[in-house]
């Protein structure tokens, strides 16, 4: 989830415990980057990303560096070699990623595993209404958004070497099993009767279709993507984070629950006149995806919002959770406490939905 655009934007020193050993890093990269010169200066990114990030900037030319925090880590946490790995295969594949220059896994160099990415210089539209911008050129953005989605879902994830990037089939079956596991055992964060609803509902509902696996993203949304500077073209897609095999009806049906979310929840076009923006409709956004996947349709569409909603409402549980434990105190996390109740009688609301269309 991202943060506030004020929030994120820009760069900063770097912030105290995040600091490491900057003359090693550079004889890395005098190793490992091609054409890299000295010297180097080294800042943070401002974004709450729970692997830290950094701008490398020397006279030439600047980098981005991601790494695992620093401390004691859950096992399988902050997993920088499987972004790494993501976005080598999908380069490969020709799909619009910054370049990997290196991953480093010996933490001798700065205390954790990292790794050395090029940085792509664009647009990012933290707005879901990309304000500022031509109607036509609007139009087109939202068209290579859902270009660049479609691409994803049909690289063929065996062949650039993600067979083992995640597990295949029962997709739904997996996440609702471990969100609401999540849920329930969370006292800190009470019990919601439309959460209580949708763990009833969601397993019975399942799709047939939860075999179809794809690369997904697990977080694609318009800000998290680069687009150039001056053309409606999508030049990297960031944050692969929480990335692996799965359903791309998941995978899409995330991106496209914009249409149906109120802005002060996400980033969401819920009360924009998206007509007047020059913003095609939820239905030709859902047709030009089928299009470009080679799908007559997607059947269990209402079904994939109702499960991204309770997802969402999942993880914004957790992090009442937090709150009330006093592990999350930021403004961001008690505006995610605040809205919980209306996301989750959403959620409910667009199972119903799912219920009927069938």
Known sequence: MSATPDENLGTTSVREGYAFDEAALADWMRVNVPGYADPLTVEQFKGGQSNPTYKLVTPTKAYVLRRKPPGRLLKGAHAVEREAKVLIALEKAGFPVAHVHGLC???????????????????IFWDATVPGVSKTERAAIFDAMNASIAQLHLVDYEAVGLGDYGRPGNYFERQIRRWSQQYLEDADAGRDPNMDRL????????????????????DFRIDNMIFHPTEPKVLAVLD???STLGHPGADFAYNAMMYRMPPHIVAGLGDADIANLGICSEEDYVAAYCARTGRASLPGYEFYLAFNFFRLAAIFHGIKGRVNRGTASSAQARERVRVLPELMALAWRQAQKADKSK
């Open 105 to 123: 896994v010996d933490e001798s160099v700065i205390g954790t595993w990292f790794y050395v990415m090029d940085m792509v210089e664009g647009r």
């Open 199 to 218: 763990i009833e509902w969601l397993p019975g509902n399942i799709p047939a279709d939860d075999d179809d696996t794809s690369i997904i993203h697990g």
């Open 240 to 242: 692969w984070e929480l």
